[in-house]
């Protein structure tokens, strides 16, 4: 093939004359020299280096690393991250207890509450745990001692089962021997008031704690029970504790305290209530509810239609499998949100 191109160039060579002739014949030297062939020989060298170069490298920046070493660090990087979220784990279930055992330092010191210096003796030990109440109806009777304490112990006695009754202290005044066969029939006494007036309870912290120490020193002096469960005057949420009530509440969880609003209201004190009302009103909500706290009345405006109304509300719950228990502060409380207040 050289040799016919040399022919070829050579056959050219009589026609063209002067520089042109001067610039063919370098040209035909380059081609057939042994320069030529160096720098062909040095540039498919160069070729077959670059090729495979920029292939293998084309194809490892777009692979998963083979190199069994950064699998062994990606592997053992997943195990540190699994690790520290164990870790972060442990430590959220840590936070966890103990904040709840600041809760119960909380309770047993009091290190954060304003009136800690106020009534030091309003202290009782809070509940370990909630029981299951699951089908159990708390009767609790209000404002009694009064009219109709008698009469419903009467018929609590008859169906062998236990009631709580919310005191009010002055109504204790003269009726000490019937409080104190509340507690030796086995009932549970709770604290709801001395004075049942809500402007002088409701009006500061200072109000209710002096109006609640009165009435639980009463209890305690006529029946050496300190009450440790208590129900306020008109529920939790009413229309006269809306400045204090958050502070009151907080003030007695943290001295061990449980209150208990109601989720059976039987509107048995309502001026049109009948035995048939109260019945029909506490059997319809008892239904809805996994236990019951009924609100009734032996006291203040109670009215014989209560009385009337107890025997078949007990004996047509028991047909149905419920029973019935009195309260302690172990029974998970009762409370309303907001909103819903009725009188108490
Ligand atoms: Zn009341």
């Known amino acids: 093939m050289i040799d016919h191109v040399n022919t070829g160039l050579h056959r050219q060579v009589p026609q063209v004359k002067g520089q042109i002739k001067l610039r063919r014949s370098s040209q035909i030297s380059y081609l ?3 320069r030529f062939f160096k720098h062909l020989i040095i540039g498919v060298v160069l070729v077959m280096l670059i090729l495979p170069w920029m292939a293998m490298t ?14 062994g660090q990606l592997g053992e990087l ?4 699994e690790a520290l979220l164990q870790e972060l784990e442990d430590y959220k279930s840590e936070n966890r207890l103990l904040l709840q055992e600041l809760d119960k330092a909380r309770v047993l010191y009091d290190f954060d509450s304003p009136y800690s210096q106020l009534h030091p003796e309003l202290r009782v030990s809070g509940p370990q745990e ?10 609790t009777f209000d404002d009694g001692p009064g009219v109709n304490t008698r009469a419903v112990l009467k018929i609590l006695d008859k169906y062998n089962i236990k009631a709580t009754f919310f005191v ?29 007036v809500y402007k002088e309870i409701y009006n500061s912290v200072e109000g209710f704690l002096d109006d609640f120490a ?8 006529v029946t050496g029970i300190k009450a440790d469960i208590f129900r306020f005057p008109g529920g939790s949420v009413n229309s006269f504790n809306e400045g204090w009530g958050n502070t009151i509440i907080s003030e007695m969880l943290s001295r061990g305290y449980r209150y208990y609003d109601w989720n059976v209201g039987s509107s048995d004190v309502a001026a049109d209530a009948t035995a048939g009302s109260i019945y029909n009103a506490v059997i319809n909500q008892a239904h809805s509810h996994s236990y019951s706290v009924v609100l009734l009345h032996d006291g203040g405006g109670s009215k014989a239609r209560t009385v009337e109304a107890l025997p078949q509300i007990i004996e047509k719950l028991l047909s149905e499998g419920y029973s019935f228990d009195k309260m302690t ?11 819903s207040y009725s009188r108490g």
């Open 32 to 34: 057939g020299s042994v």
């Open 214 to 221: 009165k009435v639980s020193n009463k209890i305690e002096e």
């Open 329 to 339: 502060n172990q029974v998970k409380p009762t409370v309303f949100n907001t909103g």
């Open 58 to 71: 084309g194809v490892y920046s777009r692979a998963e690393p083979a190199d069994p070493d950064i699998a």
């Open 130 to 139: 909630y029981i299951d109440s699951t089908k159990v109806i708390y009767l």
């Open 78 to 81: 997943a195990r540190q991250q």
């Open 168 to 196: 009010v202290g002055y109504a204790i005044e003269g009726r000490e021997e019937l409080l104190r066969q509340i507690v030796e029939e086995g009932h549970t006494i709770g604290i709801h008031s001395y004075s049942h």
